[in-house]
Nanobody
Framework: QVQLVESGGGLVQPGGSLTLSCSVS???????????AAWYRQGLGKERELVAS???????NYVDAVKGRFTISRDNAKNTVSLQMNSLKPDDTAVYYC???????WGQGTQVTVSL
C-alpha cells in the first residue's frame, strides 16, 4: 500500500544541522498529497515518539522538545517529506522514521547521532 524510504541521517556535532528526506510511494490510487505525514523517532531504550506532522494543507505540529529547531515540509510533486533539523542536541540522537498517518507501514529509518 505504501513504501517509505528515509535518508539523510548521520553523525553531527551538537549545534549542527541535518536534513532528513523521505520518499513515499503510495499504491492505493490516492495521491500522496491527500495524506497526513509525520516524522517519528526512537532513541535507544526509548519508545517511538511523534516528532512532527504535516497535513495535506500544510498545517504543521511539533513536539515541544523540537519546536523552534525542526521544520517539517512536503513536496507533493515529488512525493517527499523532509525534516530540517537545526541546533541539534545529544538528546536528538535516535532512529528517525517517516510515516503516512493513515497507514501502519514504516520505513527502515535513518540514524541520527549527535555527539562530539
Amino acid at each position: 500500500q505504501v513504501q517509505l524510504v528515509e535518508s539523510g541521517g548521520g553523525l553531527v556535532q551538537p549545534g549542527g544541522s541535518l536534513t532528513l528526506s523521505c520518499s513515499v510511494s503510495v499504491t492505493t490510487g490516492t495521491p500522496f498529497k491527500f495524506f497526513d505525514a509525520a516524522w517519528y523517532r526512537q532513541g535507544l531504550g526509548k519508545e517511538r515518539e511523534l516528532v512532527a506532522s504535516i497535513s495535506p494543507l500544510g498545517n504543521k505540529n511539533y513536539v515541544d522538545a523540537v519546536k523552534g529547531r525542526f521544520t517539517i515540509s512536503r513536496d507533493n510533486a515529488k512525493n517527499t517529506v523532509s525534516l530540517q533539523m537545526n541546533s541539534l542536541k545529544p538528546d536528538d540522537t535516535a532512529v528517525y522514521y517517516c510515516k503516512l498517518l493513515v497507514f501502519e507501514s514504516w520505513g527502515q529509518g535513518t540514524q541520527v547521532t549527535v555527539s562530539l
